[in-house]
Structures are given as structure tokens and as C-alpha cells.
T-cell receptor, first 117, second 112 residues
């Protein structure tokens, strides 16, 4: 079945370590997104990519990095520069939508919970 | 600034009662608006979306939403809530640069 797979589901990290969260989709979607979710703050956009080898910063990109070498994959690295990385991270993808651009909905993965020890 | 506002952080309703969750958006010509639902520890699932045409939109699980341009609102409604509707609900808006912005969410509790 088509969908988005995030791994790992749970991840523990020591302070000062970089970690990479995986996001893979087999929906043939062009656009992919990373959001961070904290209680009471909803979803905040970290990075998004509209096409392979291109990506844009969202509202809270500092301390994070991404790559988009393949259409199916959009990994997120949480670097040691991210001061408060403990959160729930959600990856999503989006197709071209209908005739009108930007009308397609996001399809979400199940999320990855990162805890810094 | 472009934003989506959900004024209610937490709402409690009795099972069988009607529900309305509020969403307001700021700025923009043609808004593309969405409602998503999230169960604890899970990803988000689309309930419904609006981008043109009839301002009353029907979605899954018996939900509907009405787009009101004059009030910059896109409120979600359900005539009779079920215990399984307890979850967090997010309103979202798509912008011309293809990003998607979400409100802070409304947590729904359903009383027996």
C-alpha cells in the first residue's frame, strides 16, 4: 500500500549528538515536509521540499538540516545546535493536487518521538 | 502575517451533543483550507478541505465545515459527537508558495 514511513518511531539522544530521522514515501509525491509538534503549539514547519535537490526553510529551521537527493526520501537531521530537540516530528508529502495548484492535502507519517537525555 | 488561529485550546462536549470547532485565517486572496484530526501519538488524517465552489464542505466521519469569507472563518461542525471523536483537531491553510501552515490545535474531550 502507498504511504509514508517514518523511522525510528522512538529515538533517544544524548546532548551534543546529531541524529537523523528517516522519511520515505511511495506515493510519487513531489513535495515533502517536516513539522515539529510540541504540546499547545500545534505543528511548526521546519523544512519543505517541492522538488528533488531543492528545499526551503520553514519557521523553525535553525538547528536542523535536510536533503532531498531522491524523490522518495527526505531525511531530517537534528543537529547539536538545536537547543531543545525533544519533540514529536512529523513528515508529510503532497501531490500536485487537482487542476488548481496547492489544493492537494498532506499525507502524514506516524511520527518520530525524539527525546534528549 | 499569514496565520491560522484556533481560539479554543480545549473543548469538552457530551456524547450526542453537537460540536463546532473554530478556525480563523488571516490574509490572502483564495484560501485553500483543511481540517485534520490526530489521535494521540499518531500522524494526522484529513477530514475535509475547501478550495473553491460550495462553501459548505462535507468530510469523513460525519464532519462538515463552512467557509465564510466575510468572517475569515472555516469552522468545523458535527451534529452529534461520538466518543471515538475524542482527538486533537487542526485547521490548516495552504499558501501560494506550496507550504502548509497549521493552527495550534483544539483538543476535544467527549463526556459519556
Amino acid at each position: 500500500d502507498g504511504g509514508i514511513t517514518q523511522s525510528p518511531k522512538y529515538l533517544f539522544r544524548k546532548e551534543g549528538q546529531n541524529v537523523t530521522l528517516s522519511c520515505e514515501q511511495n506515493l510519487n509525491h513531489d513535495a515533502m515536509y517536516w513539522y515539529r509538534q510540541d504540546p499547545g503549539q500545534g505543528l511548526r514547519l521546519i523544512y519543505y521540499s517541492q522538488i528533488v535537490n531543492d528545499f526551503q526553510k520553514g519557521d523553525i529551521a535553525e538547528g536542523y538540516s535536510v536533503s532531498r537527493e531522491k524523490k522518495e526520501s527526505f531525511p531530517l537531521t537534528v543537529t547539536s545546535a538545536q537547543k531543545n530537540p525533544t519533540a514529536f516530528y512529523l513528515c508529510a508529502s503532497r501531490g500536485a493536487g487537482t487542476v488548481i495548484a496547492n489544493t492537494g492535502e498532506l499525507f502524514f507519517g506516524e511520527g518520530s518521538r525524539l527525546t534528549v537525555l | 502575517a499569514q496565520s491560522v488561529t484556533q481560539p479554543d485550546i480545549h473543548i469538552t462536549v457530551s456524547e450526542g451533543a453537537s460540536l463546532e470547532l473554530r478556525c480563523n485565517y488571516s490574509y490572502g486572496a483564495t484560501p485553500y483550507l483543511f481540517w485534520y484530526v490526530q489521535s494521540p501519538g499518531q500522524g494526522l488524517q484529513l477530514l475535509l478541505k475547501y478550495f473553491s465552489g460550495d462553501t459548505l464542505v462535507q468530510g469523513i466521519k460525519g464532519f462538515e465545515a463552512e467557509f465564510k469569507r466575510s468572517q475569515s472563518s472555516f469552522n468545523l461542525r458535527k451534529p452529534s459527537v461520538h466518543w471515538s471523536d475524542a482527538a486533537e483537531y487542526f485547521c490548516a491553510r495552504s499558501y501560494n508558495n506550496n507550504d502548509m501552515r497549521f493552527g495550534a490545535g483544539t483538543r476535544l474531550t467527549v463526556k459519556p
